[in-house]
């Protein structure tokens, strides 16, 4: 365990589940959001009086990496003060269009830029993305996405995918893997079976793939089983009729009989967040939340609502009076979690709770753009040659999926030329 100064309660990591009581055991159950930029009361509540063990981040909480790294300090002293646990803190920083932090740390290319640009882009990506991470104390990335591009009518998916092609992304979802373990930062693979080839926002509606064992084993769940050995899977509330008659998420069928026992898959599952409306308009959040752990889910995600997340607890003991889940089953789940957690202790001790200041790499930011530039393609012509006043004038690039809670310009840089522009104009 770590000797700390800058956190003193790190001298317990308390492994062992027999040691916890049910509540404890509940809250590491759950992945949850709040809105705020601070360590704020409703955060202090579900940590202090409900023992919630995990926190996912959004744009919506970040404004610099320093105020980012007091947050999460706070979080961790306040996680492994009630719970003598370290926790687990996720973020989607999958590079690209899906970025939750954008500022002060490097903007990393996204995953259809990195296949354009060389093979080795992906490991370098998730290098130095996962290096900005752990040096605030975020240990758990939901990325790569493992999704084949496959239907140009999927409005969440398109450039957060490698490629079309399953083997290539299941290659260099393997680099990106790589190197976000190296430093330290777990990888989550998402949306198992796959998400690639459907037309409905699952944020949206419930969308259905509707392939035979042939197709899905040999496409959508192609990467998937050639990266079976990732520390993480994040479930796709998606409906596949070969299996069940309910979305992966829920499905006993899908969680544990296919990608358990058919695929021996030994990691973390954690599902999509389970306020999107292909569960909650179909089945409820927290009802969502306990079918999901039922199913065999690790880790249940929302994201938004602190009473969606209280319910959950309070319907998880139900279920467990009832007889419904056995102590055995939570006890398995929970076993798992720390097993994950405790890969993660040692870097954060290195990277997180030993440093005073932290400053991030000139050299990843300029290795991003290096990316970048090598993924364009020069199709005709010469190249045009810009003078110093030469205004150019280009679409703003914004996220039209609900895969971010802000639709805000969030890019400084961005609105700083725009202003100039409009100043020239």
Known sequence: PPRSTLFPYTTLFRSKVSEMNLEEKLGQLILAGFHSTEFDDDLKDIIENHHIGNIIMFTRNYTSAAQMRKLTKKIHEECIKNNGIIPFIAIDQ??????????????????????????DASFKAGKMLAEDMIKLGMNLNLAPSLDVNNNPDNPVINVRSYSDDPKVVSEMG????????????????????????????????????????????????YPFIQNIDVPAIMSAHILFPLYDNVPATLSRKIITGVLRKELNYKGLTISDCLEMKAIAD???????????????????????????????????????????????????????ILKFKEKTLSYLEKYFYNQEEVSFSKENKQEALNIVESSLTHCFGKLPVLAKDTIVIAPAAKARTIIEDEFDERRSEERRVGKECRSRW
């Open 94 to 119: 999958e590079g690209g269009l899906v970025t939750r932090m954008m500022t002060d740390v490097t903007f990393a290319p996204g995953p259809m830029t990195c296949t354009a640009s060389s093979k």
């Open 282 to 336: 179909n089945f409820g959040t927290p009802e969502g939340a306990v079918r999901a752990i039922k199913a065999g889910i690790d880790l249940v995600c929302i994201s938004h609502t602190k009473e969606y997340q209280l319910k959950t607890l309070e319907l998880l003991k139900q279920e467990i009076v009832a007889g419904n889940i056995s102590i055995e089953e939570i006890d398995e789940h929970v076993e798992r």
């Open 174 to 221: 393997a680099n990106f893997i790589k190197g976000s373990m190296t430093y330290g930062v777990l990888p989550c693979a998402k949306h198992f079976p796959g998400h690639g080839d459907c037309a409905v926002d699952s944020h949206l509606g419930l969308p259905i793939i509707n392939y035979d064992s042939k197709r899905i084993h040999e496409v959508e769940m």
